[in-house]
């Protein structure tokens, strides 16, 4: 399984960005991802997923602004980022694990969920 980011740059405050995670060795509906970040100085922090209802969740200080998606036919994970603001500065990983590891009571945004990650892209946010 790989995951590859794209996608990063950097933006004012306010700006968007959209970014890409295509998935390779998971195909259709075998897998689950989600978008994680680490800022400077901080821990690896999980930003949105899945539940296990397919419904996405996000951590309270993305609430509003970012959105993750998913294309099963281009094995493709997105997060669209708007109204982004200088404390989203980070690098952005996606992880994903199998299908298998993401039912029942699992926990989206919590890295020891997923056993795949990408080498992430970075986000620089300005203000």
């Known amino acids: 399984v790989q995951l590859a980011e794209s996608g990063g740059g950097s933006v004012q405050a306010g700006g968007s960005l959209r970014l890409s995670c295509a998935v390779s060795?998971?195909?259709?509906?075998?897998?689950?991802a989600a978008w994680f970040r680490r800022a400077p100085g901080k821990e690896r922090e999980g930003v949105a997923g899945f539940d296990s209802d397919g419904r996405p969740t996000y951590a309270d200080s993305v609430k509003g602004r970012l959105t993750i998606s998913q294309d099963n036919a281009k094995n493709t994970l997105y997060l669209q980022m708007n109204s982004l603001k200088p404390e989203d500065t980070a690098m952005y990983y996606c992880?994903?694990?199998?299908?298998?590891?993401?039912?029942?009571?699992?926990?989206?945004?919590?890295?020891?969920?997923?056993?795949?990650w990408g080498q992430g892209t970075q986000v620089t946010v300005s203000s």
């Open positions: 060795g998971y195909t259709g509906n075998s897998y689950c």
């Open positions: 992880a994903a694990a199998s299908i298998w590891d993401c039912s029942g009571r699992f926990s989206p945004l919590r890295l020891l969920t997923y056993n795949y």
